[in-house]
């Protein structure tokens, strides 16, 4: 029997995209969030949907969204803020749990606290969507091939990178406000084989995407956390975002300032609060006319300990929010028709197994490409 589905945030700009691409994908998902009337409106676009009225800061009424073998899907962001609350009712309920953040600290705190809890109750799949599928699945093609043809992965550069038209343009209230937040919040890498703290852009490097030599400044992604399993040589993970262009400098000056800001008593509150604030036109993102014009494209190169290259592996696919959604949605229908892999926190690989994870990122249109490394 196919385990229930809960969309939690349905309302807002992922929420929806998570909730057609799940309708299409034949669920019937029940759709979650704070405004009864908007619920109604998008529960009768789709069909007549079951909806719930829940909040983060009412733990008690997410809590009650989901039951043992259950899953639930949240977009309520940014997950600093709002996320526990979801997190924890998942783990309460033994239910499966995914989420699309993409803030460093949260995922950390999945992996660290809520996942021992989860442990043989429930799997949690944090960043379950640009960020940061594509990087895991890149990554971890490449570290096979590597090992594959003899050699023995040390380091793994991942970068992730959006092209097109309107590359520059595509981004929404949530992934605003998350963005400028995590410029005050600690950090981390994968580095000595171990994980350590460590500031947003603390470093940059360059990958050549289609033909084109472009920067990226380091981030804190789950493949930090997650690689390691999959090779336990590896003594380096660098992940890292291209989605500056020519801004690269200025935004690790900036991101160098605002680590210091975060740190200052009272002053780094009030920044944080400043950035929140950014978020608050919930719901509010690019129309798909804007995000037809941009393409993900996402960039996996292992190296032996002789820094020498062993693989390298180019994905791309539709823009950031368009795989998100259908990420999310094919992640979620997956682990309500056959379960998860595991429990506790999972990366994408260790929730549904590298071949499988392969056709479902290929289902959202995320597919290998040659890379053009003129």
């Known amino acids: 029997m196919t385990a229930r589905i809960v969309v939690f945030g349905a309302t807002g700009f ?18 979650a969030g704070r405004d009864r009337g908007r619920l109604d409106q998008l529960a009768a676009e ?15 009424s997410v809590r009650a969204l989901v039951g043992a073998g259950d899953v639930l899907v949240t977009t309520v962001g940014p997950y600093l803020i709002h996320g526990q609350a979801a997190v924890r009712a998942a783990v309460d309920a033994g239910a499966a749990y995914l989420d699309a953040t993409g803030e460093p600290p949260f995922v950390r705190d999945i992996f660290e606290r809520h996942g021992p809890r989860a442990a043989g109750r429930s799997g949690l799949l944090p960043a379950f969507g640009y960020d940061f599928v594509p990087g895991n699945l890149a990554g971890a093609l490449a570290l096979a091939e590597a090992g594959g043809s003899g050699g023995s992965p040390s380091r793994l550069d991942i970068g992730y990178f959006v092209t097109g038209r309107a590359a520059g343009a595509v981004a929404s209230s949530g992934t605003t406000a998350s963005g400028a937040r995590m ?24 990958f050549t995407v289609e033909g084109r030599r472009l920067q990226a400044v380091s981030f804190g992604g789950s493949e930090h956390l997650t690689m390691p399993r999959l090779a336990p040589g590896l003594r380096e993970v660098s992940v890292n975002l291209g989605l500056f262009g020519p801004r690269i400098r200025r935004i690790q000056v900036a991101a160098a300032a605002a680590a210091i800001i975060g740190r200052l008593p009272g002053v780094g509150a009030v920044a944080r609060a400043a950035a929140e604030r950014l978020g608050r036109r919930s719901g509010e993102g690019p129309d798909l006319s804007m995000r037809q014009g941009a393409r993900s ?78």
């Open 14 to 31: 992922t929420g929806r995209l998570v909730a057609r691409s799940l309708v299409r994908l034949g669920a019937r998902p029940t759709l």
């Open 46 to 60: 789709l069909g007549g949907l079951h909806t719930a009225v829940a909040e983060s800061s009412r733990p008690d």
């Open 297 to 374: 494209h996402a960039i996996a190169i292992a190296y032996d300990a002789a820094q020498r290259p062993l693989a390298e592996v180019h994905l791309a696919g539709p823009d950031p929010y368009t795989l998100t959604g259908d990420l999310l949605a094919w992640g979620a229908h997956r682990a309500a028709e056959a379960g998860l892999r595991g429990t506790g926190a999972l990366g994408p690989v260790d929730g549904f197994g590298l071949a499988e994870l392969t056709d479902g990122a290929a289902a959202a249109g995320l597919t290998r490409v040659t890379a053009d490394l003129r």
């Open 183 to 206: 410029a005050f919040e600690p950090s981390f890498a994968w580095r000595d084989g171990r994980l350590i703290s460590e500031r947003i852009a603390r470093s940059a490097r360059s």
